[in-house]
């Protein structure tokens, strides 16, 4: 079994080799950090409020998203998984888009044919996901080929969870990625659970960076809520696929404090001490406690940035609830250069039955916020 690297302990103290930050680049992470927190609050309550359908959290795992994705310069790619959407935001993902995509109103870029939590963004390189576990793993090594072949420098870091290493793409896409020395570092967020199968049941390994042997890649262990070790370990991942060396596989051993989804309920099989011990680890007090006691943070900036990103999600919230309705004509478009008879002739029967029957009303009222 590898070693956990790990640069603080949970009280703040450091412990390992500090990766080169500035002041500002450590408020910076901080910053997007406590945003997946503010944000992962509004969205499970719109949800809950029926104002949104779906929602994938991501409490208790910002430094594994953050820390390992402010590694990536910005011409390298991010091909996610159902939670990295922070890691989007930070990377330029506006946040209107974002709020769009989860209302899938006319403000949204994927016209409503992605359910909600499901993000892309052209201008951060930040590819469309897809539900189907596992499918973004062979995706993003054939595009890091791709890079490889063009002679591009970017680097392209693959996100999936700790379920994804039982699926066929990543046992296909970690051979191809070693054998062609694809630029690409492979980040494995083991969160605890794949939706109720919990990482012990998931492999006999004694580690999921042990699986990188059998591909002939290096793999490391790292503590998952710690963000400076999150950081230091994807930057070195990164800096070898950059000079050629070929990929890497990044385990982060993080928890997901709440559920699967929205849709997920996991005190049916999780223990609650097990939940409240991972809490007592919360990789926001750590980098905090590191933060303040080395004065890059006084103790009472969390409270005013968290008071800022709420006002700025929240004005951004009111936009989007105020903004119209996908128009059904999207239904045909951007498939063919003119729309053929028989999707005319599809789209005027549903036209038709609209009229007759009414078209879907959301809830009456504004979100409380």
Excluded at 89 to 95: A, D, I, K, Q, Y
Aim: charged share 25%.
């Amino acid at each position: 079994m590898t070693p956990v690297a790990k640069v603080l302990e949970q009280d703040g103290a450091l412990v390992g080799e500090l990766p080169q930050l500035s002041k500002d680049q450590l408020r910076a992470l901080f910053r997007h950090m406590l945003r997946i927190r503010c944000m992962d609050d509004r969205m499970l309550k719109l949800q809950r409020a029926g104002r949104i359908g779906f929602v994938g959290t991501a409490t208790g795992l910002e430094a594994a998203i953050i820390g390992s994705a402010f590694a990536l310069e910005e011409r390298d790619w991010l091909w996610s998984g159902l939670r990295e959407g922070g890691a989007a935001l930070m990377r330029g993902l506006p946040l209107r888009e974002y709020l769009a995509q989860m209302y899938c109103n006319s403000n949204d870029t994927a016209k409503g044919r992605q359910m909600c939590n499901h993000f892309q963004h052209k201008g951060s390189r930040y590819p469309s996901w897809s539900s189907v576990i596992g499918t973004q793993i062979p995706h993003g090594v054939g595009a890091a080929l791709a890079a490889k072949q063009r002679g591009l420098d970017e680097v392209h870091a693959i996100y999936f969870g700790d379920g994804a290493t039982s699926s066929n793409g990543f046992h296909s896409g970690l051979n191809f990625a070693g054998v062609w020395k694809a630029p690409c570092v492979f980040v494995c967020i083991d969160n605890g659970w794949a939706i109720s199968v919990c990482s012990r049941e998931q492999t006999a390994a004694a580690s999921y960076a042990d699986k990188a042997v059998a591909y002939g890649l290096p793999g490391v262990d790292v503590d998952g809520n710690d963000a400076l070790a999150c950081y230091r370990e994807t930057r070195k991942a990164i800096e070898r696929a950059r000079a050629g060396g070929g990929p890497t596989l990044v385990v982060l051993k993080s928890y997901r404090m709440m559920g699967h989804s929205s849709s997920d309920d996991p005190t049916k099989y999780r223990d609650a001490d097990e939940v409240a011990q991972w809490a007592a680890r919360d990789p926001l007090e750590r980098l905090e406690r590191y933060l303040v006691a080395n004065k890059v943070l006084t103790a009472k900036d969390r409270a005013r940035i968290t008071d800022e990103l709420y006002e700025e999600i929240d004005r951004e919230i009111h936009t989007q609830e105020a903004a119209a309705p996908m128009a059904l004509k999207t239904l045909v478009e951007d498939v063919y250069a003119d729309v053929p008879r028989h999707l005319r002739v599809q789209y005027n029967k549903f036209v038709a039955v609209a009229e007759r029957l009414g078209h879907a009303q959301k809830g009456d009222g504004a979100f409380p916020l």
